[in-house]
T-cell receptor, first 114, second 114 residues
Framework: GQQVMQIPQYQHVQEGEDFTTYCNSS?????IQWYKQRPGGHPVFLIQLVKSGEVKKQKRLTFQFGEAKKNSSLHITATQTTDVGTYFCAGRSAGGTSYGKLTFGQGTILTVHP | EAQVTQNPRYLITVTGKKLTVTCSQNMNHEYMSWYRQDPGLGLRQIYY???????DKGDVPEGYKVSRKEKRNFPLILESPSPNQTSLYFC?????????????FGPGTRLTVT
């Protein structure tokens, strides 16, 4: 079945440093979503990427979808303590028949030291 | 307020004692899904529902049942819980098929099976 690998599992940064998490799928994706989960909270939707090579920005966050639609990345510039949490990618295989089946990556836990 | 609610939020039970975790959404969403979250494994989809009376297996359905008799409710049933079902469970809903629309997550249910 489809697998989505996310690296790194943990990332510790000093406030002001940049952060990147990578997501790789074993199959071509129809689209990819990113979620953030604050400690003790629930996942909250950040963004969705649909097109091959798509790049989207939200303030200090930059999201990319690979040309082959099998990988994606989330980059945070100049991290702040409010960025602390776990970041998940989630994707659905393209061309499949299980339209509701969604696979999440393992998540990257980001800690920011002030 | 648009939201997904889950009950109970915390539950400690014993092996073999049937339990139900309720999930309800007030956004008239067609799609609902259950996930379990375990350290290092991210979010894994248990079951999902594309609409009333339409349910299908996710990646880890063994030991779980669901039903979708009404659009707003999607209960998760553990008929004979075992310790390996100790986990944090999230219910989510979205306007349409999973992975195509933003998912809204409930607050989570922390289940311990002894």
């Amino acid at each position: 079945g489809q697998q989505v690998m996310q690296i790194p599992q943990y990332q510790h940064v000093q406030e002001g440093e940049d952060f990147t998490t990578y997501c790789n799928s074993s199959t071509t994706l129809s689209n990819i979503q990113w979620y953030k989960q604050r400690p003790g909270g629930h996942p909250v939707f950040l963004i969705q990427l649909v097109k091959s090579g798509e790049v989207k920005k939200q303030k200090r966050l930059t999201f990319q979808f690979g040309e082959a639609k099998k990988n994606s990345s989330l980059h945070i510039t100049a991290t702040q303590t409010t960025d602390v949490g776990t970041y998940f990618c989630a994707g659905r295989s393209a061309g499949g028949t299980s339209y509701g089946k969604l696979t999440f990556g393992q998540g990257t836990i980001l800690t920011v030291h002030p | 307020e648009a939201q997904v609610t889950q009950n109970p939020r915390y539950l400690i039970t014993v092996t073999g004692k049937k339990l139900t975790v309720t999930c309800s959404q007030n956004m008239n969403h067609e799609y609902m899904s259950w996930y379990r979250q375990d350290p290092g494994l991210g979010l894994r989809q248990i079951y999902y529902s594309m609409n009333v009376e339409v349910t299908d297996k996710g990646d880890v359905p063994e030991g779980y049942k669901v039903s979708r008799k009404e659009k707003r409710n999607f209960p998760l049933i553990l008929e004979s819980p075992s310790p390996n079902q100790t986990s944090l469970y999230f219910c989510a809903s979205s306007l349409g098929e999973g992975g195509t629309y933003e998912q809204y997550f409930g607050p989570g249910t922390r289940l311990t099976v002894t």
